[in-house]
């Protein structure tokens, strides 16, 4: 009878006061009801109820484990040259397609050679006459009629003569650009007619065949390195991402004073063409390297703080499994694997998954099969 009383703006608050406590009364049924049927949550006292939490575990392993440390690196040829000219002269004949494998002595440009041949041949002329005139003084000395200074002077010509020819072969010989090496000869940078002068570039001739990887690694890993140390060569290829495997040929002596990093050399094999001079590579290298480890995955390990914890799979009753909170010590981390040094040992099991379900030290679990994440090919090549 009040509410006939109140105004209609105050019996709407009754109203609504009045649905909100019902609403909220309904809600505490409901969350009592439902904690009754075995959540493990309701006034039987926590953990009543609830079955074993699941799991995916996996066993710690002896074996190695290496830091590697990825840098940046670049191919350059074993061996690479630019053929430029040492004279002046007139391209006569290009001996090569661009592109072309090449092999060592081969000419690969000739320039007009005209001259110097003329010259060669009045050296060898000049030489003929020498070498008579010297053998005729010496019959005249045998007889008498000549001295030995004229002998002397004579043979002495000779030899002069002999000095030329070979001075102008030589210069005939620039005249004639061959090749070095075999390798692959490059784009030619003149044409049959140029007129070319010395220290002119002609074309540039490259070993692709083995080649050499050099990076630069931080100053305070330089101790970590060793020469002959296994080293992997990332390459972004068309056809993908390719791992060539190597080992360090060489170390630099000296860390550099600007970039206070020291250089390494890695030389591969390249049958297969996968590289090129002049590319930027990946190197991964190792830093650390541990050969009796206990490894176990990465995605096991909890960090809290300052600590690193691990569930640890014991035997419990009847044959069920407990998991247990552990503190670990971790050494060596590298990609998905991690080395404990304390706290667990090779052949036990620790919990890869489902931790967040571990709300105490110790609890019941049970064994689930691996998560298997299969990933579209299509979406690994978008990924790249």
Excluded: C, H
């Excluded at 060489?250 to 591969?268: E, N, Q, Y």
């Excluded at 703080?305 to 407990?322: C, D, I, K, M, R």
Aim: charged content about 20%; glycine content about 10%; cysteine-free.
């Amino acid at each position: 009878m009040a509410l006939k009383n109140q105004t209609p703006e105050k019996r709407g608050g009754y109203v609504w006061a009045i649905v909100a406590a019902v609403v909220v009364l309904a809600g505490g049924a409901w969350w009592w009801l439902r904690g009754s049927d075995g959540d493990g949550q309701a006034a039987g006292g926590p953990g009543k109820g609830r079955g074993p939490a699941a799991v995916e575990v996996a066993t710690a392993e002896q074996g190695a484990i290496a830091e590697t440390l990825e840098l940046a690196g670049q191919v350059e040829a074993n061996a690479g040259v630019e053929l430029r000219s040492e004279v002046t002269g007139r391209v006569v004949k290009l001996n090569f397609q661009d592109g072309q494998a090449v092999t060592k002595g081969m000419a690969l440009v000739i320039l007009d050679d005209s001259v110097q041949r003329a010259e060669l041949a009045q050296a060898e002329a000049n030489y003929a006459l020498a070498e008579a005139n010297a053998g005729r003084y010496q019959r005249l000395v045998e007889l008498g009629a000549a001295s030995k200074l004229q002998v002397d002077q004579a043979v002495a010509q000779s030899k002069l003569e002999q000095a030329n020819i070979q001075m102008a072969r030589a210069n005939l010989a620039k005249y004639r650009i061959a090749a070095p090496f075999d390798g692959m000869a490059g784009i030619a940078q003149v044409s049959a007619g140029d007129l070319v002068q010395p220290g002119e570039l002609l074309v540039a001739l490259t070993d692709n065949r083995t080649l050499k990887v050099t990076f630069k690694v931080p100053e305070m890993q330089a101790n970590s390195l060793e020469t002959g140390a296994p080293a992997m060569v990332l390459v972004d290829g068309r056809q993908g991402n390719v791992t060539v495997e190597g080992r360090i040929d060489a170390l630099d002596g000296r860390v550099d004073p600007a970039s206070r990093t020291l250089m390494g050399k890695i030389v591969l094999d390249n049958v297969s063409n996968t590289m090129v001079a002049g590319q930027f590579v990946r190197v991964r290298v190792p830093v650390r390297q541990v050969s009796d480890a206990v490894v176990i995955p990465d995605q096991a390990l909890i960090p809290m703080g300052n600590q690193t914890f691990v569930y640890v799979l014991t035997p419990g009753p009847e044959g069920s499994a407990v998991a247990s909170k552990t503190t670990v010590e971790v050494g060596i981390r590298a990609a998905n694997k991690a080395q404990i040094l304390r706290g667990v040992g090779a052949g036990q099991q620790v919990v890869t998954a489902g931790q967040q379900k571990l709300q105490a030290p110790t609890m019941p679990v049970k064994l689930m099969s691996p998560t298997v994440v299969n990933v579209p090919a299509a979406a690994i090549e978008e990924l790249r």
